[in-house]
């Protein structure tokens, strides 16, 4: 008896031991960021940014849980839940539902609040977010004219000194349409572009997306608007696959490899029909010798 | 000749009973194969996920066992056909070994590449919808080929053989009277016969030189027309078929001392016959030397980016272990042993040819895995299991299981029909008596 009291003494201590380093584990910091898209004044979303330093280096962090919230965290403000990707990133976009908190006011206020796990304690961050939103303009001689506009006084008013880039969509990522990487509104929050990139590819029609962006604005976020221009040239795509090439599909292979294959094993093959020939002839020999 | 000599030689290459240790050795083998088999049916119901095969060793020990056999089934082209060809009259007791040996390899190099496929009931889909313009084609077609021209290359020289069992005083107590006489009981020995008979067989000589050559030429260029390190060589096709005849040369010492022992053929094989193809296995040896200082000695020169993780590997990174025992075992030993006279002697020169089989498997296993871990693009966050390659137990069982399969065929061969050709034997014999 008092040899299993030993044993189970024993087991108690390993077990307060294993409790007590485990819970003793040091938590690393997490560093949330929070940003605000406007994209092609259409769609409103949300990308927080999950990350934490570790040997001096930052490393993303995937698979954990974030709550979005417009304004602060009560259940009524909740926006959304994601978890964060591989590059540490969760997006929500911001809901129909919320339409009527939305038209109230011109500014806005966000917050994302992380999980509490046992690698890392509970983390908060915020962005507040003025109202906002660009028009494209387009006239002769392929001059691009962008106005920046923000929702004050229940209106559009234009804003100066925004710093605007004016670039045209491609496959992934947007070319500038001209050598200026950026441009700054003027009093009417306006900038004003050359489009300078010619015998550039669009669609079949030759269509060409513009894009004027601000990117991680203090005040509005990151807003872009989107215009489809005809200033391209026509692609057509013009498949090569069905051409008599060796990496053509099966019946276009060229023909002096068919000619020169089908000549080797229609040569080789009828060696072997001759040769099995040769065996019902020798059957044939047979009969008649016996 | 006399009638009683006749009969003699008649009697000593009459196929035999299997004596006890004949029997252990078909159940052995016979384990052997049921065993692969379960880990075939195994792998079926589950998938290829069960092998260690991932997205960069997309071919592992089953092509590895593929390029295996194909290349030992030349060896029924190096002694038929070109030694025929030349009029190399020593090699006729060995003539039948090796045809046998090629067909129980390409049946086994034909049933691996299936192991290897993940959905194998689609294989129909092969021929109805293959593009001639991929080399895996070719090999279907060369493999076919190369399968029934051997099959009939081993089947015409026995003609005259079923003749002279089925006229043996003890005939009717032969266990395979009935397939005696159902292949060969039409051969009547005529003139004609005879004529039609050595036509075939010198037709078939020629003939399946070319297909070899091609059979091995086609099986390098499923890698060499692969761009990737320790592939993209211009040298392939002559490194595999001179690596080729090397392993089948040597396969036939081992089945020549093998079966000498078992069925006491010493008269038949004689230290002469292990002192010529001794011969030729150092030449063999040799010149796939020749190709092996070709094939890493010119990339290394060079050292290009892609190719020196590859070579550094086999020459001394982890696969250094294994190359250099394949680089010793199959070429360097066997000639060290071969070249000397006392090496010739048939123990040694069954030592030497075990060493250039299992050399030879090894080299094999080189040429197919470590190049397909170092791709010139790697893949971005690639899982770590896709960087290494250690075959799992379905593997070697199926792997196993397919060589005891070959072997299995060879021994069922030898049971069956004479293992050293016996009209030929006795027409040597009548000729030398003649000079």
Redesign the interface.
């Given at each position: 008896m008092r040899k299993y009291n030993y044993i189970l003494l024993i087991t108690i201590l390993v077990g307060l031991a294993g409790h007590v380093s485990y819970s003793q584990t040091p938590k690393n910091d997490l560093n949330l960021s929070l940003g605000y898209y406007n994209d092609n004044n259409h769609f409103q979303y949300l990308k927080a940014n999950a990350k934490t330093k570790i040997d001096r280096k930052f490393q993303m962090v995937p698979g954990i849980s974030l709550t979005f919230y417009l304004g602060s965290e009560s259940p009524e403000n909740l926006l959304g839940r994601a978890i964060s990707d591989d590059k540490g990133d969760a997006v929500v976009f911001i809901p129909a539902s919320i339409k009527a908190a939305w038209d109230k006011s011109a500014k806005h206020s966000f917050t994302v609040v992380s999980a509490n796990t046992p690698l890392y304690d509970q983390t908060k961050a915020t962005a507040d977010v003025t109202r906002a939103k660009i028009k494209i303009d387009t006239g002769e001689d392929r001059k691009i004219t962008a106005t920046f506009l923000e929702w004050k006084d229940s209106a559009w008013v234009p804003v100066k000194g925004v710093d605007m880039k004016i670039a045209v969509r491609r496959l992934d990522a947007d070319l500038n349409v001209n050598e200026t990487a950026t441009y700054t509104t003027d009093s009417l929050g306006n900038v004003s572009a050359d489009f300078k990139r010619d015998s550039l590819p669009g669609d079949e029609k030759g269509n060409l997306i513009l894009v004027a962006k601000t990117e991680d604005n203090e005040t509005y976020g990151s807003v872009s608007s989107q215009k489809a221009v005809p200033w391209g040239t026509a692609f057509k795509y013009v498949s090569h696959f069905d051409k008599r090439t060796l990496f053509a599909r099966r019946g276009r292979s060229p023909i002096w490899l068919e000619l020169m294959a089908y000549g080797i094993i229609v040569a080789v093959w009828g060696v072997l029909f001759y040769l099995v020939m040769q065996i019902r002839k020798l059957k044939e020999l047979g009969v008649s010798g016996a | 000749m006399e009638s009683s000599v006749q009969q003699k030689i008649i009697q000593d290459l009459l196929p035999q009973k299997f004596g006890r240790k004949g029997k252990l050795w078909v159940a052995g083998l016979l384990f052997f194969c049921a065993l692969g088999l379960a880990a075939y049916i195994h792998q079926l119901s589950k998938g290829l996920v069960v092998t260690a095969m991932r997205d960069y060793a997309s071919w592992g020990i089953y092509i590895s066992n593929f390029v295996f056999f194909v290349a030992i089934s030349l060896v029924g082209s190096l002694i038929s056909a070109v030694l025929k060809l030349s009029n190399v009259q020593w090699s006729t007791p060995l003539t039948r070994i090796a045809e046998i040996i090629a067909i129980a390899a390409i049946t086994f190099a034909a049933l691996i590449i299936i192991v290897d496929m993940g959905r194998p009931e689609r294989f129909y889909n092969l021929f109805l919808?293959?593009?001639?313009?991929s080399p895996i084609i070719?090999d279907v077609?060369v493999i076919t080929?190369y399968f029934?021209?051997s099959i009939?290359f081993l089947?015409?020289p026995l003609?005259p053989d079923f003749n002279l069992m089925l006229h043996t005083e003890k005939k009717q107590q032969l266990p395979f009277y009935k397939f005696y006489r159902f292949f060969g009981?039409?051969?009547?020995n005529?003139a004609?016969?005879i004529k039609?008979?050595k036509?075939?067989i010198n037709?078939?000589a020629i003939?399946i030189i070319?297909?070899a050559f091609s059979i091995h030429t086609v099986t390098s260029w499923l890698f060499a027309t692969t761009y990737r390190p320790g592939w993209d060589s211009t040298n392939f096709g002559a490194y595999f078929i001179s690596g080729a005849f090397l392993v089948g040369a040597g396969g036939v010492v081992i089945a020549m001392y093998v079966l000498r022992r078992a069925y006491s053929l010493d008269k038949y094989i004689t230290f002469y016959h292990f002192d010529r193809i001794g011969k030729i296995l150092v030449m063999l040896a040799l010149i796939y030397l020749y190709f092996n200082v070709n094939e890493f000695l010119v990339p290394a020169f060079k050292m290009k980016k892609a190719e020196e993780e590859h070579l550094m590997g086999l020459f001394n990174g982890e696969y250094a272990g294994i190359f250099w025992f394949a680089i010793t075992s199959s070429m360097l030993l066997p000639i060290l042993i071969l070249v000397f006279r006392k090496g010739r002697r048939p123990l040694p020169a069954f030592i030497a040819g075990s060493l250039v089989v299992v050399g030879s498997w090894f080299k094999r296993y080189l040429i197919v895995t470590p190049t397909l871990l170092h791709p010139f693009l790697p893949m971005h966050?690639v899982p770590s299991d896709y960087l290494r390659y250690f075959p799992s137990w379905e593997e070697w069982a199926i792997a196993i299981g397919s060589l005891a399969g070959m072997l299995l065929i060879v021994t069922l061969f030898a049971r069956i029909i004479p293992i050293i050709p016996i009209q030929e034997t006795i027409t040597e014999i009548e000729k030398h008596e003649k000079v």
């Open positions: - | 919808h293959g593009r001639l313009q070719w077609i080929t029934i021209i009939l089947y015409f003609l009981g039409f051969w009547k005529t004609k016969q039609v008979n036509r075939a037709l078939m003939t070319p297909v966050d």
